[in-house]
């Protein structure tokens, strides 16, 4: 009698303790999820403030490589050369959700460029460092007084049609893609119109010849409109420093440059000098290094999409 009396006290408390526990349990999982869903929504806070500091750092970035964009993503041509004029110029670039890139990246040649201009702020020149891959890409790493801090590399995708910038600032590494229709068959079309080098140069002097980092050059010169324009081309052709060249065209350094992507071979020094206004703008190759080794993985700078 004692032991049924037992058993089913026994039976009765654990009776009760089931509603305790099931709704334990039940608040256990409440409150977890209620952690979960405040985390996600930290998450997603940082991310979106992430993604705002790296807008805001591309945008500094582009503007300081290609110049402030204006009506239809245009850019005022006045920022590169001298030409004086404040025409506009419609950039080849085009932002898209899904821009197709390489895994990997591999550089094996640097080819160094100073560029000086009477109208910079800073009496340093403009370094720009290009890098030579396999036929299919190249890439070029800019310092700009304007990304203090900062460091862009920009790559040219000419198998994708893509131009990628990496971006490496304090805030940490990510990249933004962009299509991009690429210059050269324009300017090898251009080239052609204009027939050989020589056709192009015929209203220029030659001023002798010179060497330029193991380079045979040829110099010419034209005196018109109260401008002198004075430069040294390859006198064979380098078809990877020509493309190089040639994808930097739309920045604003090299945007104006006389010449630029119409003679056949690259152009290793240039000077332009407005007598009237006293401008002088001058672009020269400096350095070139067939043994660098750099690369550049696409994983470690995660993508910025455009929505």
Known sequence: ?????????????????????????????????AEQKVMDKIERKIDEKLEAVANKAVDKSWNSIFG???????????????????????????????????????????????????????????????FEGDSDYSGTLFYTPEAKGEETFIVYDYKNEAMVMLMDSEEGTFSFAYEWESTMSTMDEESNENGSAQSALKDFDIIG?????????????????????????????????????????????????????????????????DHESGDEIEMKITEINKRSNKSYTMSDYPTIGFN
Not at 75 to 88: F, L
Not at 245 to 269: C, D, Q, W
């Open 209 to 273: 010849n010179k060497t330029i980092e193991g380079i045979k050059c040829t110099g010419y010169r034209n005196n018109a409109n109260g401008v002198t324009t004075e430069f040294w081309v390859a006198d064979e052709n380098d078809e990877s420093l020509k493309n190089m060249m040639n994808a930097n065209a739309s920045t604003k350094y090299l945007r104006g440059f006389p010449m630029f992507g119409v003679v056949g071979h690259p152009i290793l020094e240039m000077k332009q000098v």
């Open 1 to 33: 009698m004692e032991r049924r009396i037992l058993t089913g006290g026994i039976l009765f408390i654990l009776f009760l303790l089931i509603p305790a526990q099931t709704e334990a349990q039940f608040l256990k999982k409440l409150k977890k999820k």
């Open 68 to 130: 402030e964009e204006g009506p239809s993503g245009s850019v005022s041509e006045e920022d590169g050369g001298s030409s004086g004029k404040s025409s506009r110029m419609k950039l080849p670039f085009k932002t898209t959700s899904n821009v197709k890139t390489e895994d990997v990246y591999r550089f094996n040649k640097e080819t160094v460029m100073e560029i000086r201009n009477s109208n910079s702020s800073s009496d340093e020149p403009q370094i720009i460092r290009m």
